[in-house]
């Protein structure tokens, strides 16, 4: 696997490993791989801080790889399963420039000028959520987007589609439709990616709506931790789960009251189903039975 970042037109600086890279900068060397993919030149930088980048007697552009920057640490670009990592360094420059990567404190809307601006936006880390508040005042959470999920609210007819609020702490990047669209038609691997991605939302929104329509409150929240364990690290292997969200938040997204998600979940440890650790983790002690009851069987049935 060969490593890439994009410096200008046609151009990337090219490396097979990131120690390689690492101690290529520390001789001030960069290796650079014209788009054909043949090895070109060595190049020093003219200055230990790299504001310039030259190529024989031609300066390069340094603005490129300083966009590409503010993508470096970001988990869309680093786990190869969401969307940025399946992008070409060109790709990621061009994305890159028409984003605006932004942290939500908790219980914060994201910023409406935002979403006008770009109504599409990618969760870095934590949990969002599609919130509606009914005129008497009460509130319901109709989804959660979780990290790696990409949340397209471009408007149909004007429709109000809910307001975005941040259920964690949470860092989200707000994507250019005209550039996001592209990159979907374009690159067969983002295309994969977003429909995949896509199509997760559209079963967890199915299920969602079972849960609410017609299971009881244990089977709601026993369905809520394997909806949890599915969307964090780790996946179906963990038996530790993060609740993510705090009671009230739980409990409007799984129609409940507060005080009900914090008597179930007793229940629930009570019956030997699950331990809580704190607040806000729970460890799951009787998997088998934990998963027939947010399948709906009746709770007595998969105690005994």
């Known amino acids: 696997m060969r490593f890439h970042a994009y410096i200008g037109p046609g151009l990337w600086l090219s490396y097979d490993n990131f120690a390689s890279w690492q101690a ?3 001789r001030k060397l960069i290796f650079i791989n014209v788009k054909c993919g043949i090895l070109a030149f060595i190049v020093f930088l003219t200055d230990p801080t790299g504001p310039t980048i030259h190529k024989g007697s031609t300066l390069m552009d340094k603005a490129a790889l300083a966009i590409a920057d503010k993508c470096r640490n970001c988990a869309l670009r680093i786990d190869d399963k969401l969307i940025c990592a399946q992008m070409s360094p060109g790709e ?3 994305l890159s420039a028409h984003s605006m990567p932004t942290n939500v404190d908790r219980k914060q809307p994201v910023a409406a000028r935002l979403l006008d601006r770009n109504p599409i936006i990618a969760i870095v880390e934590g949990v969002i959520g599609l919130q509606h508040v009914l005129k008497d005042g009460r509130r319901s959470i109709a989804a959660l987007y979780w990290r790696g999920d990409i949340v397209d609210l471009r408007r149909q007819g004007g429709r ?3 307001t975005l609020v941040a259920l964690t702490p949470a860092r989200i990047c707000s994507l250019s439709v005209d550039t996001y669209d592209k990159l979907v038609r374009e690159n067969p691997d983002v295309q994969a990616v977003t429909w995949e991605n896509m199509r997760e939302q ?4 199915a299920d969602h709506s079972v849960d609410l329509g017609k299971k009881s409150a244990s089977e709601r929240l026993a369905a809520y931790i394997f909806e949890c364990r599915r969307r964090q690290m780790g996946g179906d292997v963990c038996e530790t789960v993060d609740l993510a969200l705090r009671r009230s938040d739980i409990a409007d997204y799984m129609g409940l009251q507060p005080e009900t998600v914090s008597r179930g979940l007793k229940e629930l440890e009570r019956h030997g ?9 729970v460890i799951i002690r009787n998997e088998p039975a934990l998963r027939q009851l947010a399948n709906g069987a009746p709770e007595r049935a998969t105690s005994a």
């Open 160 to 162: 109000d589609t809910g």
């Open 202 to 205: 559209i079963h967890f929104a």
């Open 92 to 94: 990621l420059v061009e």
């Open 273 to 281: 189903f699950i331990s809580l650790k704190g607040r806000s983790r």
């Open 24 to 26: 290529s900068l520390d």
